[in-house]
Nanobody, 120 residues
Framework: QVQLVESGGGLVQAGGSLRLSCVASGNTFSIYSMGWFRQAPGRHRELVTGLTWSDGTSYYIINPVKGRFTISRDYAKNTLYLQMSNLKAEDTAEYYC????????????WGQGTQVTVSS
């Protein structure tokens, strides 16, 4: 089992920045990849960006956040980050981190979520 705890959300004005953190605990050696998802009211949860845990290589990022969001990780601290800059009102959502044990299984472990609200 892997436990994930996010932090760093909050209220920010448009154009501002936030950094989300996600600390993993438990069987972290079993993690293959991690990602950040978001879900806005009335919308489906979507994968924003993801990386391969072992080498920190980002393998996916959605177009609306390219150039504004950066995913990274600190392997020694078992922590995943999402640096968000130039935030827009449409970035308002609940943000979740998730972990996958392997490529086939998909994201199995989920954090509780952290709210990001961008005021325009």
């Amino acid at each position: 089992q892997v436990q994930l705890v996010e932090s760093g959300g909050g209220l920010v004005q448009a154009g501002g920045s936030l950094r989300l953190s996600c600390v993993a605990s438990g069987n972290t050696f079993s993690i293959y990849s991690m990602g950040w998802f978001r879900q806005a009211p009335g919308r489906h949860r979507e994968l924003v960006t993801g990386l391969t845990w072992s080498d920190g290589t980002s393998y996916y990022i959605i177009n609306p956040v390219k150039g504004r969001f950066t995913i990274s990780r600190d392997y020694a601290k078992n922590t995943l980050y999402l640096q968000m800059s130039n935030l827009k009102a449409e970035d308002t959502a609940e943000y979740y981190c998730a972990a996958a044990r392997d490529r086939a299984s998909g994201f199995t472990y989920w954090g509780q979520g952290t709210q990001v609200t961008v005021s325009s």
